[in-house]
């Protein structure tokens, strides 16, 4: 089995030996989706059969027990015995069980050489009293988990493994490249925070506006490009918005929540694959063990939890035929609070001891990704022109802000010279003309740009517009459609 690892897998495998060689007992391995965390489970299992001992694969849900077995037995593990309730593969003689953390809690812990834990920044008591039971404590405990970084799992775990890491994966072409968008960022400063996440009921409050709901499917319908795409929401009623205002302009929208019921799942996935669908909008559901071909993430839902971040990114990570990167249109400010997915990580397990917040170790706000002001693009710290629009802000930017949105401008005083301008307005004619716009609408853009009409425009051709004066221009639109939008609301309000 080891000569079809992938090296990232093959690391693991050496530094999992490495731990054990040098007397760690509960080696943490760390494989962010994307690394084939199935096959290293089996590779693992495999090892240790190959070496007489018996091993125990520990799930968190009764959901993962026959996917894991049918993955053994993928690999070639045929000796596989189950433990949960009465399953028909419940045969205790056999050298490797599955087993669900549910079942374990009410039974005697099997006898067993090696112990992996799955998913286990998933924690339960049940482990806890396993791991210090005396009978065990020679016995190897293995982690294995995307996002190890549940408080107090150092108390547990002596060594984290990481052999690759989100970014290295990106970059070896095993998981697909993504491009985020801010377009906008809720007024989170009144959300209270339960359990070191934002408070469900306030979020709900918040984000399940019409304005906000509207936006964020506008946001969609300009930059997503009809992309397969998963929306997260924050509840269910906030979902059901989402799904209907998607609706509402014609987008064929799924809705799942923890309640759906296997069918109707896999139907909805059925349509999703088969373009029937479009969107699906869900609530925190679809975050772990969804292999779905999604090119776009929508985050709706607000989150200070890393791991819950990391989770829904990496729904959209998956590489597949034809996909050139994953879209992000995040409308939590996240990425503006945590940074890029990419930039998410712990150099160490957490001890549950610390009196510091436990968040990713940067340099604050220097290397938070900000949002061009013309295009929302995310950019990278430090990056000045605009990678997606080429956009340069001010210096001593003062943003401008239209309606207290993000979304503005070119804030530009810099002199253009006339040569410069005409091009402006021939651009613009020529935006005017790929969109179905009048010269009127050009007219009024250059007069908007500039605070003066064109001089001897006639004798001015369309060319094709630069990346510029597009950028301008939607953000222009997308300023004109926000105010729109207020005023509407306003007097349905009135
Ligand atoms: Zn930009």
Redesign the pocket.
């Known amino acids: 089995m080891l000569n079809q690892l992938r090296p990232h897998q093959l690391r693991a495998m050496s530094m999992l030996r490495q731990s054990l060689g040098s007397g760690k007992r509960r080696p943490m391995l760390q494989a962010p989706t994307g690394f084939g965390k199935t096959i290293l489970g089996a590779s693992i299992v495999d090892g240790a059969l190959k070496k007489g001992n018996r091993v125990t694969f520990v799930v968190p849900a009764l959901s993962l027990i026959d996917q894991t077995v049918q993955a053994f037995w993928r690999e070639g593990i045929k000796d596989v015995g189950v433990i949960q309730g009465n399953h028909e593969l419940t045969n205790s003689a056999r050298a490797v069980q599955v087993a669900s953390v549910q079942t374990l809690q009410r039974r005697a812990f099997p006898d067993t050489d090696v112990i992996v834990i799955d998913e286990a920044h998933r924690w339960f008591k049940t482990y806890e009293d396993w791991m210090t039971d005396p009978l065990f404590e020679r016995v190897p405990f293995i982690g294995l988990s995307a996002t190890p970084w549940t408080k107090g799992l150092g108390k547990y775990f002596d060594d984290l493994l990481i052999a690759a890491t989100t970014a290295d994966l990106i970059e070896a072409g095993y998981l697909s490249k993504f491009r985020v968008f801010g377009p906008s960022s809720p007024d989170l400063s009144k959300v209270r925070t339960v359990a070191g996440d934002y408070h469900e009921g306030d979020l709900g409050e918040l984000m399940d506006k019409p304005q906000l709901v509207a936006d964020v499917v506008s946001t969609w319908c300009k930059l997503a490009d009809n992309r397969p795409t998963l929306v997260f929401a924050v509840n269910r009623a906030h979902a059901k918005s989402l799904r209907d205002q998607f609706e509402q302009v014609g987008v064929q929208t799924g809705y799942i929540d923890a309640y759906t019921d296997v069918d109707e799942r896999e139907e909805i996935r059925r349509q999703f694959h088969s373009g029937a669908l479009r969107v699906v909008c869900n609530v925190g559901c679809l975050t772990t063990g969804v292999d779905w071909d999604v090119r776009c993430i929508v985050l709706a839902r607000p989150t200070k939890s890393e791991m819950l971040f990391v989770q829904m990114i990496g729904r959209g990570l998956r590489t597949a035929d034809g996909k050139q990167d994953c879209l992000i249109l995040d409308h939590s400010d996240t990425h503006q609070r945590l940074g890029f997915v990419t930039d998410i990580g712990h150099q160490t397990l957490d001890d549950g001891n610390s009196k510091k917040a436990q968040g990713t170790q940067r340099d604050q706000a220097e290397a938070l990704p900000k949002a061009?002001p013309?295009?929302?693009?995310m950019?990278p710290a430090k990056v000045h022109t605009?990678p997606?629009?080429?956009?340069e802000p001010e210096r001593r930017s003062d943003v401008e802000t239209v309606d207290g949105s993000l979304v503005a401008l070119d804030g530009s005083k810099r002199k253009y010279s006339p040569d410069e301008k005409r091009r402006w307005y021939a651009e613009l004619l020529g935006f005017a003309c790929e969109n179905g716009k009048s010269q009127k609408f050009a007219l009024a853009q250059y007069r908007q740009k500039f605070g003066e009409w064109p001089y001897k425009k006639n004798g001015v051709r369309p060319v094709k517009p630069s990346d510029e004066v597009k950028?301008y221009v939607k953000s222009r639109m997308i300023a004109y459609a926000k105010r729109q939008a207020q005023v509407q609301n306003r007097s349905a309000a009135a």
């Open positions: 061009c013309a295009c929302s693009f950019k605009c997606s629009c080429g956009f950028s």
